[in-house]
Nanobody, 127 residues
Framework: QVDLVESGGGLVQAGASVRLSCAAS????????MGWFRQAPGKEREFVAG????????YYEDSVKGRFTISRDNAKKTVDLQMNSLKPEDTAVYYC????????????????????WGQGTQVTVSS
């Protein structure tokens, strides 16, 4: 069982930076691969970035590659998403999620593979 709470969203101008944080509770966080997803109004939820349980691998969707960075601190039970050079099309509710398989060694973009989700945090980028 993993409980997740996101924070750090807000309203920013294009080109700005925002750091999202996801705080986890529960014993399984340290060996859970984690993902950040987002859902824009009228659109389906999509994968943004992922990190393995040991931070050995990360993966980014093409639209955020080079601008976003995912990281984790297993001692603090947090996973962060640093978002730079934000664009209006980054506007969405951002969710962190924990993968269902302990010690998963790959990056999984499938929403159905993540069992635990936070409540989401809104990021709005104005032009």
């Amino acid at each position: 069982q993993v409980d997740l709470v996101e924070s750090g969203g807000g309203l920013v101008q294009a080109g700005a930076s925002v750091r999202l944080s996801c705080a986890a509770s529960g014993r399984t966080f340290s060996y859970s691969a984690m993902g950040w997803f987002r859902q824009a109004p009228g659109k389906e939820r999509e994968f943004v970035a992922g990190i393995t349980w040991d931070a050995d691998r990360t993966y980014y969707e093409d639209s955020v590659k080079g601008r976003f960075t995912i990281s984790r601190d297993n001692a603090k039970k947090t996973v962060d998403l640093q978002m730079n050079s934000l664009k209006p099309e980054d506007t969405a509710v951002y969710y962190c999620a924990a993968h269902r398989t302990p010690f998963y060694r790959d990056i999984d973009k499938m929403i159905a593979s993540y069992d635990y989700w936070g409540q989401g945090t809104q990021v709005t980028v104005s032009s």
